[in-house]
């Protein structure tokens, strides 16, 4: 079957910045309407409309002069956990632990047979009051945790540290030991996680997403084999690889972007994941200055240990993606990658130097960035990194210097929505409030770059999303809520308003 999408607006290109000095921001449309021929999982050409094919063995869609781009991809996701999160207490809106205490207050009366709390989102470098055992005993005496919204600590009562803590003091766990309890916390049952994972997938659908970088902690490889093998076919997907696994998939030769068997092409090997630092909300982000406590965060790695787990991977074909918050992480991060001399991702990028901005480009590291962490970050970051916040989220500066931008939401820890991050990008501004650092905007060519993986053109992927509202021509805030009338992935409709 031959599918023709016509009628169709499309885009001469992506990625061009605007001219600084005039602010020029040409739409990037054809001026003709066209109609775009997919023959399977391709698309076969690109012709002035009404002149594509017809007949059997055809199916015309007219698109009526809607918006047609390339699908779009969030590089980074933690899947599974994005997909419980709907069903977790949410504590993001919590002005003080007290708050969140009294959230779980009533999460636990309303829900007696609900075997464990637990809440996703809080954020306590903004609160005045501490977070405490007692305050959660005092709220339910089931196990209670509490996950902030970086994923990198986690808030437990005394019947969950009893159960998943053992041994710990501690109220608030924090990186390592946080990530262990939070890996026990998924349903045991694979069949209701992957149930959910296609509700997840479904949802992405609807805002024109057709793949995602896995960056879920654990052997992903099995989970995404049997989720496919299911039916799950509404995303490409590729997964990442931590250190402990980092042997397992050396040895069974898997190596960045290879296809995996009996997968339809859907499935993917992506990056080896190293996490060097913390978060800035944890206060464990690792910078050059100290946060208003002293500390300067936390390297999980020495310089030397960096390295040589990422020229392990490089060796064995795998591309590193550094997780780097702080500035001083970002610059050992940039050092690894010059000593290994070999490129990849540095996940997050979120504080750094200027001396170090050029380096991305030159060494050849992807900028992987999370736009609308800035609009969630920016208080904490006004409080944190006082007086360095013009090197916060730097994107207009990292696309001027020639690095490569690449878009994710970092879900759970923001929506996994690529137009959230792309309004946050082009405005850096939500809710009303005025535009945080203005001067580190991008343009709406720019993001849309580094959204998407492909064109429109003859011999690309079929992977596309069909827009109800032009993208240059609508309001920033309009951007977030862009209606979505298709999404194709490898030419099948996994989103249709059209038929």
């Known amino acids: 079957m031959t599918l023709v999408l016509a ?96 959230l779980v207050r009533r999460r636990a009366a309303d829900s007696p047979d609900e075997d464990v709390i637990v809440g996703f989102g809080f954020h306590d470098a903004l609160w005045a009051d501490v977070p405490t055992r007692e305050l959660l005993d005092a709220a339910a005496g089931r196990p209670v945790v509490l996950i902030a919204g970086d994923l990198h600590c986690s808030w437990l009562n005394s019947a969950a540290a009893q159960r998943f803590a053992p041994g710990s003091t501690e109220a608030v766990l924090r990186e390592d030991a946080s990530f262990a309890v939070t890996t026990l916390l998924a349903a045991a049952d694979e069949a209701t996680l992957d149930r959910w994972a296609r509700d997840a997938a479904r949802m992405a659908a609807t805002r024109g997403v057709v793949g995602v970088v896995d960056l ?31 042997d397992r998939a050396a040895h069974l030769g898997l190596r ?46 020495s310089p030397g240990e960096l390295v040589e787990r990422m020229r392990f991977a490089v060796e064995h074909g795998l591309e590193p993606a550094v997780h780097a918050i702080g500035d001083e992480a970002n610059r050992r991060a940039l050092d690894a990658f010059e000593a290994i001399g070999a490129g990849g991702r540095i996940e997050h990028a979120q504080l750094i130097d200027a001396s170090d901005i050029p380096r991305f480009a030159r060494l050849g590291v992807v900028a992987s960035v999370q736009p609308e962490h800035a609009m969630d970050d920016r208080d904490v970051a006004d409080r944190l990194w006082e007086g360095r916040t013009d090197r916060a ?12 931008l690449a878009f994710g939401s970092d879900a759970p820890v923001a929506p996994l929505d690529p137009w959230a991050a792309i309004a946050s990008a082009v405005g850096r501004s939500r809710d009303g409030r005025e535009p945080w650092h203005p001067e ?60």
């Not at 060097?276 to 965060?297: F, I, K, V």
């Open 440 to 499: 580190l905007c991008v343009s709406r060519e720019v993001a849309l770059a580094a959204s998407v993986r492909s064109t429109v053109g003859p011999g690309q992927p079929a992977d596309l999303a069909v827009l109800d509202r032009d993208p240059f021509g609508c309001s920033t805030d309009e951007l977030r809520t862009m209606p979505i009338a298709a999404t194709l992935v490898a030419g099948r409709f996994t989103h249709d308003t059209l038929r």
């Open 7 to 102: 009628g169709a607006r499309i885009l001469a290109g992506l990625g061009r910045l605007s001219d600084p000095a005039t602010g020029d921001r040409r739409i990037p449309y054809r001026a003709e309407l066209v109609d775009v021929v997919i023959d399977g999982d391709r698309i076969a050409a690109v012709v002035p409309a009404a002149t594509a094919p017809a007949g059997a063995g055809v199916e015309r869609i007219p698109l009526d002069g809607r918006w047609l781009l390339p699908g779009l991809w969030d590089q980074h996701v933690h899947f599974t956990q994005w997909a419980q999160t709907a069903r977790r207490l949410d504590v993001s809106h919590a002005s003080s632990a007290a708050e969140a205490a009294a």
């Open 393 to 404: 989220f730097p994107l207009a500066e990292l696309h001027a210097a020639g690095a490569r």
């Open 216 to 246: 879920e902690y654990g052997w992903n490889l099995d989970v995404w084999k049997r989720r496919i093998a299911a039916g799950a076919d509404g995303l490409r997907v590729e997964f990442g690889v931590y250190g402990d696994h980092l």
């Open 256 to 301: 960045t972007g290879d296809l995996v068997a009996e997968t339809g092409g859907l499935l993917s090997v992506g990056p080896y994941k190293v996490i060097s630092d913390g978060s800035l909300n944890t206060r464990t982000a690792l910078c050059s200055r100290p946060y208003p406590d002293g500390g300067t965060g936390v390297a999980n790695l």
